[in-house]
């Protein structure tokens, strides 16, 4: 079953002269549990189209449908809401809050959550914390959660980011760049657990220029001046 | 939400902290500016309530203090009384029947301030004040009751076994309604008489009364907490009572220059030379006593507020810059603008009442504390009226910062964030 349906999607900056196609006539459709990489070099268009993927960005022609819902159609209460139950991000620069703890960044995800709640099925703070515990647990991160961002190595920020972006029980995890500012040993770590999640039955779309990252996907999009070449 | 805002507040609990500290300053300058400017009015309410503005205080002034260390004004107390003293006394006596024989005035209010003793040592001294009045003064004074009557008091005719008595309002639990109890006052010539008063009324939180022995006589009225109110049983014994602490209304204003010149004419015969003040100028007075303090500290509270508010608008539109990765951060975790600048705003919103809630905290001890004496009182409406002025002065610094908000799109602070 498709997951993610994009047909014809274009991105355009600017107006007149100058204007800029940053993405032209993006067509592809990834199916649930499928792990999807999409390269390119920089400027290709392909952080753009993670925006768009994500609802971050919307698109200036096309469509765009994730888990059978038009985007186009939502507001920006329901945009946000998808982002935080079904889409989880994780990027490149990990993207944590320096001045809260691990386990503080990871319940943040699920304290927002709670704004899109209703009254009588917001989580409890018992609840949050459990859960956000058990997620960090799960990544080796046990005896980091107190610690703060600044406190923990690149692969543990990474992982911590992971656990943020998995809290919420999302249905794609979108990858910016995942292993870009990390070693081999923990580029290799964080990739094996993207595929893990992916075994669990996680949809995982990879945005990077590192082939050896692209391996571990299942089918690779390559982009070119923003259209894609497959 | 508000859990978010408290936790985003403690994640920049220094950067706040110091326009906090700006806003309690001006807030707290603010409040007491307000204090004061309704203390002033309070006051003309007050004594108009209290007695007729038209009613002048009639002052005998002395050149020197009577005895040296003695303030004017204050009882003289001395150990031998001298001839001279009580001879004095006579002649206030004799005036006074004079003028109110001769019809100069109408009424010629008069009221002498005692202290009372538990016992007929002198250490038993009552901190609270005991005012005597004669029957001319309970007609041109208007107390406001808050229980019992002042009907026995003005019709006090020395019949029963005690004095009937009123009492201020901070007095009901030491003399609560009906009661009775033994106060010991001295006179003139320190003999200790024993007194038995009853308490048949208690005065209203609003009521004043004037603490006397002073050449104004609304001095220190709002502040005058503490006293009790008797009927004349007896003579006046000092001579402060006539010297001060009078109060006089004459048969007919359209000739009150005339008849305050036969007034002054007949304290002249008897070699003493008096001083008249209208309440209405005392008041006045107190106005213009008043104005330059009120004035220097709401412009200094409206500087300082002025500056806060610019500082608030620099640091949050600072901080809103310097937060753009955060705020990304917290779309692509699943925010919405709505909720981001409801976030926004919840901790400026916070930062305001917490500081307004800290300034009525240091007006309140600053006023118990060292400007108890002022007269200037913690009140609703001074506070209101405070919320009132602060939102208006802050709605600026609150809506700009929001407004910038709303502009921004989540795609360009997470391309903030990638930068």
């Known amino acids: 079953m498709n997951l993610i349906e994009v047909k014809s999607i274009y991105k355009r900056y600017g107006k007149g002269d100058t204007e800029q196609e940053v993405l032209k006539d993006i067509s592809f459709t990834i199916e649930e549990g499928e792990m999807v990489s999409i390269m390119g070099p920089s400027g290709s268009g392909k952080s753009t189209l993670l925006h768009i993927l994500g609802l971050l960005d919307k698109q200036s022609e096309g469509t765009y449908i994730l888990d059978k819902v038009d985007v186009a159609k939502l507001t920006d209460e329901e945009r946000a809401y998808t982002r935080n139950e079904k889409i989880g991000f994780v990027f490149q620069s990990f993207n944590l809050i320096k001045e809260i703890s691990a386990l503080d960044n990871v319940q943040m995800a699920l304290k927002l959550s709670n704004l899109h709640r209703k009254a009588n099925n917001k989580l409890k703070k018992s609840e949050i914390k459990s859960r956000s515990i058990e997620v960090l647990k799960s990544l080796g991160l046990e005896k980091h959660m107190y610690k703060k961002p600044t406190q923990l190595s690149g692969g543990q920020q990474q992982r911590v980011a992971i656990a943020r972006a998995l809290v919420n029980n999302p249905m794609v995890i979108l990858a910016d760049e995942p292993t870009g500012a990390l070693d081999q040993q923990n580029s290799r770590e964080i990739m094996n657990i993207l595929k893990g999640l992916q075994e669990q039955g996680k949809t995982i779309v990879i945005i990077t220029h590192d082939e050896k990252v692209a391996e571990y996907c299942e089918r690779k999009l390559n982009m070119l001046d923003g259209e894609i070449h497959t | ?419």
């Not at chain 2, 019992?148 to 009123?166: A, H, R």
């Not at chain 2, 006179?187 to 004043?208: A, H, M, P, W, Y």
């Not at chain 2, 000739?255 to 010149?261: G, I, N, R, S, Y």
């Open chain 2, 1 to 419: 939400m508000i859990g978010l805002i408290i936790e985003s507040i403690q994640k920049q609990k220094k950067k706040l902290s110091l326009i906090a500290l700006q806003f309690v300053i001006g807030f707290t300058c603010l409040l007491l500016g307000v204090g004061v400017l309704e203390n002033t009015i309070n006051f003309k309410k007050a004594i108009s309530k209290f007695t007729a503005l038209g009613n002048i205080h009639v002052y005998v002034f002395n050149e020197a203090p009577v005895e040296e260390g003695i303030k004017y004004g204050e009882p003289i107390i001395t150990e031998d009384p001298t001839e001279q003293e009580l001879k004095k006394l006579d002649k206030y006596r004799d005036i006074v029947e004079k003028v109110k024989k001769e019809g100069v005035i109408d009424k010629f209010g008069l009221f002498e301030k005692r202290d009372g003793y538990k016992d007929q040592s002198i250490e038993a001294k009552i901190d609270n004040s005991f005012y005597i009045l004669n029957k001319d003064m309970f007609s041109l004074l208007t107390f406001d009751i808050d229980k019992g009557q002042i009907e026995p008091l003005i019709n006090y005719n020395s019949d029963k076994d005690y004095i009937p008595v009123l009492v201020s309002k901070t007095l009901e639990n030491q003399y609560p309604l009906n009661s009775q109890h033994d106060i010991y006052f001295a006179d003139f010539t320190q003999n200790v008489e024993k007194c038995t008063i009853k308490v048949v009324g208690v005065l209203s939180k609003r009521s004043v009364f004037f603490t006397g022995g002073c050449t104004r006589l609304t001095e220190n009225a709002l502040t005058n907490k503490e006293y009790v109110i008797i009927p004349q049983y007896g003579d006046f014994h000092w001579n402060t009572t006539y010297e001060y602490n009078s109060l006089v209304s004459l048969t007919n204003n359209v000739d009150m220059v005339e008849k305050l010149a036969k007034l002054n004419d007949i304290y002249e015969k008897n070699e003493i030379k008096i001083y008249n003040n209208p309440l209405k100028e005392e008041v006045k007075e107190y106005y213009s006593q008043r104005k330059p303090v009120m004035i220097a500290i709401i412009i200094f509270a409206s500087i300082i507020l002025l500056l806060s508010a610019l500082g608030f608008i620099g640091t949050i539109l600072s901080s809103i810059i310097s937060r753009k990765k955060e705020f990304g951060i917290y779309f692509s975790i699943g925010i919405s603008k709505k909720n981001l600048i409801k976030l926004v705003l919840g901790e400026m919103v916070l930062l305001f009442v917490s500081s307004f809630l800290l300034a009525n905290v240091v007006n309140f001890l600053m006023l118990k504390g060292f400007l108890a004496d002022s007269g200037i009182g913690v009140s609703f409406m001074a506070t209101f009226a405070t919320l009132i002025i602060i939102t208006v002065l802050i709605l600026p610094a609150i809506i700009i910062p929001v407004r910038y908000l709303s502009k921004l799109q989540p795609i360009e602070l997470i391309r903030e964030r990638s930068n």
